[in-house]
């Protein structure tokens, strides 16, 4: 049977091509089964996952259990705020403590780039990275494509634009690396103040005008701006950011073809995207929200087959 | 201590004997006699080494060491000895400990508390106030008890008008100023250069400018004010031609470069080590070749190890949370001769010492045996053992280096590796 060439999933930057068309392909087999009756398959049964979020998540971490238990692994959930970090505790120590508890796999989300990294080289259990700082976010990537995927056919020789704050986003990372192993060519899209100096080393390109990106794409994915990660003003108010980066019905409407429209979410309507996008039929943001639970599910039994 | 090191070849452009192999007799510390060929005599250590090189003494002008208050780190006793061993005679110590050494009675402790080693340590004091960069601390009260130079370590002035007091007020006494080369809005909560790699690993980045636009500032006051400066540890290109620029005008300036700034580029950090998070940040590519440019053309008179001792708590830890530095000492000749010449080496590890202490040092009958032994040969990969200091942090682990440190001979004292 094929495997995945990692033991970790850390970020899409260690993967491959085949790893992706491995979990794609068992991703589609989950997804059949979320959508019978009887929605759970036994497959890890012997398996004790830890769902360790160092920071809010409201969405991935519901995703991520869902995941798990409709695979039938045992989940235990830990969450910063209620535990001892906040005494001084060290992340390998509150780990390693979990760990003497039998856990064979961790799930983290963790506020600092590299968290997942740095945690795979000093313990033993199986890790999958559900976002570590402005690093990477790999499932969420993979959903994204697995999405596009679904909905375009192929995700090879699509145009892609990412639209917003790349500067704080994992999304944006994740997906850049993700979308450049698959064909597809990508652009990021913002105001330059959120778009790194040196994302062009990435194999993208920038474009500064939204409706040109727009003209030129089959799929938008527009970004939550992240105020909680900035340290200044990036922009002077919302209000002038949606002016110039916010997609309303009128600018899709304008376009001389029907382009797809994707958000991880959570969505500032109004700021981003208008209610309206959001819920029309250009927009597959809850099909991704479906997705990622298939997704999740062919990450974890993928990795686990590599424990057992 | 009487001694008479064999067969060793000078490396002293000051000396009449550089370049020839020569003994050298030392009589209760004093270099006595300089010879091709000298008996030993009763009562005297023989001193002989494979391919044995002598150089005046080594200066490190920027080490840090944690005593008094983060013992934990290291201590004023073993940060003497590794110093010693790594080949350094005297080293310029940070007043990043705690208190912070911003009077003249912590300067004092630090005297005392190093006196009688054989590697001598000379306290930079704090150039402000608790380092807080608001008033100047009492400079001339310190450097009657000993303190060399002022600086806030890797705090930057960021009050322009208290860096142009104090090159103002520290000309009374000849006072030397050291003003860390960094803009802080500028660098933000930058953590490692901004870059390629930056983006690659998604770290905050630290502009090249946020320390190009201080050295400019810098600059820009030292020409007016006059007074001596010292830039510490640069990183950029942009730093160096600024200084090249300055030095063209004639200004007092002196600048130096950590050893690890000059042997690694940020491609390091793809895997978050955290004995890579320095400060500055390992540069890209461009930027290191500009600094090797540099310690070549004169234009970096020093080169310093910035060695920075921190205990695995402060390491062992995600990569946002660990503390910045590593420790360098141990591997800084090793590494300074995979990227010049072994003369080369030797000057721009000796230069300090009349910058910061100003004495200078030779190697001629007379004066005070203060001595590196070293040899140019072979190649090694550094590793947990080479490492003396009591904090492990070294980001030169696995390192392939060249030459070798026998020890030194100085304060009437002899220091050898085993």
Known sequence: ?308 | MNALIKAATVIDSKSPHNGNVVDIRIKDGIITEIASTLTPSKNEKTITFDDLKVSSGWFDTSVSIGEPGYEERETIKNGLKVAALSGFTGIAVNPNTNPIIDTSADVAFMMHKSAGNATELFPIGALSRNSESVDLAELYDMQQSGAVAFGDYQKPVSNPNLLKIALQYTQGFDGLVLSFPQENDIAGKGQVNEGVMSTRIGLKGKPAIAESLQVARDLHILEYTGGKLHIPTISTKASVHLIADAKAKGLDVTSSAAIHNLFFTDDVLEDFNTNYKVTPPLRNQDDVEALIQGIKTGVIDFVTSDHNPLDVERKHVEFDNATYGTISQEATFGALLTLVSEKKAVKLLTQGRARFTNKEQSIVEGANANLTLFSIKGSYTFSESDIKSKSKNAAFLGAKLKGKVYGIVNNNQIILND
């Open chain 1, 1 to 308: 049977m094929a495997e995945l060439s990692v033991n970790h999933l850390l970020g899409i930057k260690y993967i491959t091509a085949a790893d992706i068309d491995l979990i794609f392909k068992t991703a589609d087999h989950f997804k059949e089964v979320i959508n019978r009756p009887i929605k759970k398959v036994p497959s890890l049964r012997d398996i004790t996952i830890a769902n360790l979020f160092f920071e809010n998540s409201t969405r991935t971490k519901l995703s991520f259990e869902l995941a798990e238990k409709r695979l039938s692994a045992d989940v235990i959930n830990f969450s910063a705020a209620a535990s001892s970090v906040k005494k001084g505790e060290t992340l390998i120590d509150t780990v390693n403590n979990i760990l003497s508890m039998k856990v064979d796999m961790v799930v983290m989300r963790h506020p600092n780039p590299g968290a997942g990294v740095f945690l795979s080289k000093h313990i033993k259990a199986s890790i999958v990275n559900a976002g570590d700082g402005a690093h990477e976010h790999p499932t969420q990537a993979l959903l994204d494509s697995y999405s596009i995927r679904e909905r375009l056919g192929e995700v090879a020789g699509k145009n892609v634009v990412i639209v917003g704050d790349i500067l704080h986003s994992r999304v944006a990372l994740s997906n850049i690396y993700a979308l450049k192993l698959q064909g597809a060519n990508v652009k990021v899209c913002g105001p330059k103040t959120l778009i790194p100096k040196y994302i062009e080393s990435l194999g993208v390109e920038v474009e500064l005008d939204l409706r040109k990106a727009l003209e030129w794409c089959d799929v938008a994915n527009m970004l939550r701006v992240q105020n909680e990660r900035m340290d200044i003003s990036y922009f002077p108010s919302t209000r002038e950011y949606t002016q110039q980066y916010g997609v309303n019905k009128e600018i899709l409407e304008s376009l001389d073809k029907e382009i797809v429209i994707m958000h991880p979410g959570p969505i500032n309507r109004g700021v981003e995207i208008t209610s309206d996008v959001a819920d029309s039929g250009q927009a597959i943001i809850l099909d991704q929200v479906q997705n990622g639970v298939a997704v999740r599910m062919a990450v974890i039994y993928l990795l686990a087959s590599k424990i057992q």
